[in-house]
C-alpha cells in the first residue's frame, strides 16, 4: 500500500512536470511551484529507492527539506491567490483549476503526508532537513534575482528591500513548516512508542 501511494505521487509529480516542461520549456523552473515538484519527485523517488535498498541507508534530510519547500508553495500561493490573482498571473489566464489545484495543494499535500505520517522524515537528520531546505531557499532566491528576472508579476513592483522582507517571509514560513513537521512525525511515531513501552512493562 505504501509503495503504491508513492508511486502514484512519483507518476503524478512526474507527469505534471513533464507536461509543463512540454507547454513552456526550461522557462517552468523560474516559479518556486516547480521547484517544489521537482523536489517532490526527488523524495517520492528517494523513499521508493529507500524501500529496496540496506537499512542503513537513510534519506530522510531530503524528504523533511521538500516538506518545508511545500509548506511555503502552499502558504504564499493562496495567499497571493486569494488577495489577487493578478499578482502571480498579471494579464496571463490563470492555470486550468485542475492544474491549479494539483501544483499548489494535491501535489503538496501528498508529499507532505508521506514525509510526516508515513516515511516520519524528521525521525532523524533533522538538522540536514533545515539546511536543505535554507540552501534550496537561497539558491532560488539568487537565481529570481540574477537569473530568472523576478518571475513573478508582483515582483516586479517591489523595491530590493521590499523583496527581501518577502523571501524572509518565504524562509519564516518555512521554518514553521519545519516546526509543524517535527509535530506531525511527532504524532505519527507516539502509538508506536507507546505500544513498544506497553510491550516492555513487567
Known sequence: ????YR????????????????????????YLT?????????SAGLMIFQMYSPKNVKYHFFPGATFCVNIVVMVLYW???FQDPHLLYGDSPPLPWYRDDYLHF??????????????????VQKLQSLFTYYGISGSYVVMSETVFHLPYPFMLSLSFYERVL???KGLLVGTLGFILGNLLTWV???????????????
Open 166 to 168: 518577502f523571501y524572509q
Open 34 to 42: 516547480i521547484w517544489g515538484l521537482v523536489c517532490s519527485i526527488l
Open 188 to 202: 505519527a511515531s507516539k502509538p508506536r512508542r507507546l505500544f513498544s513501552l506497553s510491550r516492555n512493562t513487567p
Open 1 to 4: 500500500m505504501v509503495l503504491g
Open 79 to 81: 495567499q497571493l491567490y
Open 7 to 30: 508511486v502514484c505521487t512519483f507518476a503524478l509529480a512526474l507527469g505534471y512536470f513533464i507536461e509543463m516542461l512540454t507547454r513552456q520549456g526550461l522557462t517552468v523552473l523560474h
Open 106 to 123: 494535491v501535489g503538496p499535500m501528498l508529499q507532505c503526508i508521506d514525509a510526516a505520517f508515513i516515511y516520519k522524515a524528521f525521525e
